[in-house]
């Protein structure tokens, strides 16, 4: 079975740093994607991560640990725009992904 | 880009019709999806096929069928609609490679009166 936790609801300043945590409890662990997804729009691809350890890409980081069944997703110089929610998705022995609840974030001026 | 439309954005019907929720993607992927999406619950699998006329129950199949006859199209079916799937439907397709990355419809928001 899966277990995913991640907060419901952050909220930060534009041109700030946000990190949003995600642990999970998957059989078969293969490996973990975020997706982002703007209000009333289909969830977008953003990482995925299968090592331990850190990705980086652009302004976005996602960070794996398998041993502690923990993620994270690093936004950096926060942007109106990247307002939205932001969802957990680790895999398992199917290699099917199963949703978090998402993390709404709010970016305010 | 990979690209994946649904037949409708929004569509309202009465308890006990029969739906289909239609979904096309045209870039030649093995793996289609169908999910809903409820506020507070996230996005739930209701059922996947790997390959035509192929299926598979997701994690909430129930009240729910699909059809898979052409490798390009996967259609929800719900049999008799009742208020409680009032949802939010969104359609998924991958190349079935790892990663295996999903990419989504525009979903079509369900209202069953």
């Known amino acids: 079975g899966q277990n995913i936790d991640q907060p419901t609801e952050m909220t930060a300043t534009e041109g700030a740093i946000v990190q949003i945590n995600c642990t999970y409890q998957t059989s078969g662990f293969n490996g973990l994607f975020w997706y982002q997804q703007h209000a009333g729009e289909a969830p977008t691809f953003l990482s995925y991560n299968v090592l331990d350890g850190l990705e980086e890409k652009g302004r976005f980081s996602s960070f794996l640990s398998r041993s502690k069944g923990y993620s994270y997703l690093l936004l950096k110089e926060l942007q109106m725009k990247d307002s939205a929610s932001y969802l957990c998705a680790p895999s398992g022995g199917s290699y099917i992904p199963t949703f978090g609840r998402g993390t709404s974030l709010i970016v305010h001026p | 880009d990979v690209k994946v439309t649904q037949s409708s954005r929004y569509l309202v019907k009465r308890t006990g019709e029969k739906v289909f929720l239609e979904c096309v993607q045209d870039m030649d992927h093995e793996n289609m999806f169908w999910y809903r999406q409820d506020p507070g619950l996230g996005l739930r699998l209701i059922y996947f096929?790997?390959?035509?006329?192929?299926?598979e129950k997701g994690d909430i199949p129930e009240g729910y069928s699909v059809s898979r006859e052409k490798k390009e199209r996967f259609s929800l079916i719900l049999e008799s609609a009742s208020t409680n799937q009032t949802s939010m439907y969104l359609c998924?397709?991958?190349?079935?490679?790892?990663?295996?990355?999903?990419?989504f419809g525009p979903g079509t928001r369900l209202t069953v009166l």
């Open positions: 096929s790997y390959d035509v006329k192929m299926k």
């Open positions: 998924a397709s991958s190349a079935g490679q790892v990663p295996d990355t999903q990419y």
